[in-house]
């Protein structure tokens, strides 16, 4: 049976401190933001309102929250520190939830919400707002008259969007429930009004897997519709090698303005992937494969690939290099696959089982040469390793695709999305 995540009510956050892995305080938690969605299901909770010590109220993604503990929240220790801005499709939970006036759907009585509880899904790091603590009766939230209880987000009436919407809020909420891949189609068939407004309202992460997806054209008319702070924030969140692409359709002028806006670390690894040319294993392979050290254990590589964000490619191996372990890498000793960890005990060392028969790709191998690699020994991903032995990155077999379909094959109409795009 599977545990059961706990239930937090809002009003218990508020002014909690947040601190990173370290135990150093980034700030405190001012509000929490939420997204409506259609179909009566419940808002998502997309981050935290955070105030940091030059009092700058910065957002805070549900993603970077490892933790909401008794009295305090942690957080991954990335934090961006742009200043919050409240998109159209975002509700404050404090802000707007709290005194509201709803409805009860089974007596049709209104109340009063003076509380709001978040639950994190299992096995998920999405959360969603569950429960609302109301009171019957008239009068605010600081008035002690009435009857208060507990009830279901689906007995209260009053927050949820309509299906047949069709205004960006709406689209958006719809898009919640598709692949990146379905909602790249869905906005590409879009005009290019809805299709800013849109991308203007995804969230930095949501968008920069959808840009991922899109064509070329396409990602360089949404990233330049954007604010400049901003466009830099959805491509640090985008896969360096994604970025790259993206960031050499641009003229040079604004590519070395997003790079110069963007966090050092991974301006560096965008930088170090334009300087290949877009044909070769270099240009191709992505700067954040699994990689371990020789002393890493089985287990700690099924940790490492049990990740949620890892694509299904990065997850079918680990690398092992000695140290640095961020690319470029010590030497390259080898690649431990999947099924390989699968069948060693989880105390087993991945050095023992290391396969180093594989001669790793040169950065400068042309994309025929990779796609004949990955079909003769039947891979989906294969090492990127420089001169002097240093792992660079990982070819995966979607980028090599990606560079093998025609430029129009992403028309392809994989499912029905001309249901939620007819309003374009």
């Known amino acids: 049976m599977a545990a059961v995540t706990p239930r937090v009510f809002v009003s218990h956050l508020t002014g909690v ?9 980034v700030g405190r938690v001012r509000d929490l933001v939420a997204m409506l969605r259609v179909g009566g299901r419940p808002p998502r909770l997309l981050g935290m309102v955070v105030e940091v010590v030059s009092r700058r109220r910065i957002f805070l993604p549900m993603t970077r929250v490892t933790g909401v503990e008794s009295g305090q929240v942690i957080t991954t220790g990335v934090v961006n520190m742009r200043r919050f801005e409240q998109r159209p499709t975002e509700r404050l939970v404090l802000g707007e939830f709290l005194d509201r006036r709803v409805r009860l759907k089974e007596t049709d009585e209104e109340v009063t919400v003076l509380d709001v509880a978040i639950q994190q899904l299992p096995a998920r790091r999405d959360w969603e707002i569950d429960k609302f603590f109301v009171r019957k009766g008239r009068g605010g939230a600081l008035r002690r008259k009435g009857e208060t209880l507990t009830v279901e987000w689906s007995a209260i009436s009053g927050f949820s969007l309509e299906e047949q919407g069709q205004g960006a809020e709406n689209l958006v909420a719809t ?3 598709l692949r990146p891949t379905d909602v790249a189609n869905a906005m590409h068939h879009l005009t ?36 400049e702070d901003r466009a830099a924030d959805v491509l640090e969140a985008m896969d360096p ?24 670390d991974d301006a560096a ?6 300087s290949y040319e877009e044909r070769t294993a270099g240009g191709l392979m992505t700067t954040e494969p ?38 470029p890498t010590g030497k390259y000793l080898g690649t431990v696959h999947f099924q390989r960890l699968l069948r060693d005990p989880p105390f087993t060392l991945v ?33 990127v390793v420089d001169e002097s032995g240093s792992l660079l990155g990982a070819v995966t077999v979607d980028d090599v695709l990606d560079h093998l379909l025609p430029d129009d094959w992403r028309e392809t109409d994989f499912q029905g999305e001309e249901e939620i795009t007819g309003a374009g």
Not at 194 to 221: M, T
Not at 242 to 261: Q, S
Not at 293 to 309: E, F, G, K
Request: hydrophobic share 45%; aromatic share 4%.
């Open 17 to 25: 401190p947040v601190f990173d892995p370290n135990g150093d305080q």
């Open 175 to 177: 898009f919640e429930r």
């Open 192 to 227: 290019p009004k809805r299709r800013a407004e849109v991308a203007a309202a995804l969230d930095d992460d949501r968008l920069a897997d959808v840009l991922e997806e899109l064509p070329g054209d396409d990602q360089v008319e949404i990233i330049g519709e954007l604010e």
């Open 241 to 264: 090698d994604d970025a790259a692409d993206l960031l050499a359709e641009l003229p040079e002028a604004d590519k070395e303005r997003l790079l110069a806006l963007m966090r050092p």
């Open 269 to 274: 690894d965008v930088r170090r992937l334009l």
């Open 290 to 327: 699994i990689i371990l050290r020789p002393d890493a254990t089985v287990a700690d590589a099924l940790a490492r690939v049990r990740q949620q964000d890892l694509s299904p490619a990065l997850a079918a191996q680990v690398y092992v290099c000695r140290s640095p372990d961020e690319t």
């Open 351 to 383: 050095s023992s089982i290391v396969d180093s028969d594989l001669v790793p790709l040169p950065p400068d191998t042309e994309l025929p040469a990779v796609t004949s690699y990955l079909a003769a020994y039947n891979l989906v991903s294969a090492p």
